[in-house]
């Protein structure tokens, strides 16, 4: 079978969740079928010749991104569309043009379109089965309902009208959904026809990519992993730098955090004992050697490959009701939750203080991996649903 893939992420380096889906679903499909990878990429700089990808892929085409500028006149003319703003501005004709050229040569059995910034080019497949593989609505939706202000509320609930609207319209080009959670799955289950299935294939890793990462744990460390070009993960730090850091350090006073990925030059509260490393290429040993994963995130949807990364590398982890969304873990027993800035202190500061507790811990999390979150056993799932899309052939009416 021929698929098309169509993704918002060039994928390597697989250094951001996106791009770690986007690659192990390239590399699942590739055991069994031919796949094309046609991708947006971000940096000036791409390695084409990637040998992790061409091994996987047959093909692979690149567009060129064009990132959202909220106060650009462009944006700003296009708030009273019914098409979410940053839909509008980075819209590619350039990709529309690649999508129509390998559709009308590529004799393709199915169309993968890789996340919502993707799903307006279906009326381009012509004939073509598709699958809108992870549709995210929970951050939309967290931002509509957890807005302050009157001015907030309505800006917000506006938003979240639009984001409805455009995937009610972009879903009639598409056969079937996917999402990571099941309650993904009940925010988009309005939008979609009852006809339509919404499959849930969480996020999950290659536990076999993790094994080789060996390392004692250092003491009184702890980790937050994560680019602040995701406004959760800021608003993330800036809440537990103020909230929640102080009230550790008063029980543990050579604590230390580092805290890795791309933080695009916003600020921090000024704190003692944090490194910010920038990019990483080895995230990998950093996890391993730290003595606790911290997921404090407030808003957002989807699933935290953060947590399945810490996971799978045996550092336990404390995170937000939020932040473990999606992923069916076990408070005290896969995990510990605090939601307020007491009970998250309180939680570090035991893990740090119990050694027993991090080593169960550890343990327990480690095999909720193996058994759920685990590509190997995940893949068939998916595989079986891309396979059933394209054998059934329908004629598709695109609008």
């Known amino acids: 079978m021929r698929i098309l893939f169509l993704s918002r992420w060039y994928p390597i380096p697989a250094d951001n969740g996106s791009k770690l889906r986007v690659f192990n679903l390239l590399r699942g499909l590739a055991v069994r079928h031919e796949v094309t990878l046609l991708a947006f990429a971000d940096e000036p700089e791409i390695d084409l010749t990637a040998p ?45 043009r690649q999508i129509e050229r390998s559709i009308a040569t590529g004799q393709y059995d199915l169309v993968i379109a890789s996340q ?43 938003t979240w009208a639009k984001y409805q609207h455009y995937l009610s319209q972009a879903i009639e080009n598409y056969q079937a959904c996917t999402v990571v959670s099941e309650e993904e799955r009940q925010l988009l289950a309005p939008i979609v026809p009852d006809e339509k299935p919404i499959e849930v294939i969480p996020n999950c890793i290659n536990l076999a990519d993790y094994q080789s990462t060996n390392g004692a744990s250092r003491a009184k460390t702890l980790i937050f992993t994560g680019s602040f070009r995701y406004h959760a993960n800021h608003g993330a730090m800036v809440w537990f730098l103020n909230e929640v850091y102080p009230r550790i350090e008063a029980e543990v006073p050579d604590i230390h955090l580092t805290i890795t990925g791309d933080h695009a030059n916003k600020p921090l509260p000024r704190t003692d004992n944090v490194t910010l490393t920038g990019y990483v290429e080895d995230i990998q040993a950093l996890i391993a050697s730290s003595s606790v994963s911290i997921v404090p995130i407030q808003v957002g949807g ?32 896969d995990i510990l939750i605090g939601d307020s800035p007491q009970e998250f202190a309180n939680a ?52």
């Not at 992870?134 to 807005?147: I, P, S």
């Not at 996971?311 to 937000?320: D, G, I, K, Q």
């Not at 169960?360 to 998916?382: Q, T």
């Open 302 to 333: 989807g699933t935290r490959l953060k947590i399945l990364e810490a996971m799978a590398l045996r550092t336990p982890v404390v995170s937000t009701s939020k932040g473990v969304e999606g992923i069916a873990v076990r408070n005290g027993e």
């Open 52 to 96: 992790e990808l061409r091994s996987v892929c047959q093909e692979v085409k690149i567009v060129r991104w064009k990132p959202y500028d909220p106060s650009s006149l462009r944006a700003r003319l296009s708030f009273l569309s019914m098409i979410p703003r940053s839909v509008a501005y980075t819209y590619s004709p350039a990709m529309q």
């Open 116 to 158: 919502w910034m993707m799903a307006v080019y279906g009326k381009y497949f012509r004939e073509t089965p598709a699958l809108l593989e992870e549709v995210e609505l929970g951050l939309f939706n967290d931002q509509y309902t957890r807005a302050l202000s009157t001015r907030g509320r309505i800006r917000n609930r506006l």
């Open 348 to 399: 570090v500061v035991r893990l740090l203080n119990e050694p027993d507790l991090r080593g169960n811990l550890a343990e327990n999390a480690h095999e909720l991996v193996a058994e759920h979150y685990n590509w190997p056993k995940v893949m068939p799932r998916f595989l079986n649903l891309v396979e059933n899309l394209a054998n059934r052939g329908m004629p598709v009416n695109r609008l």
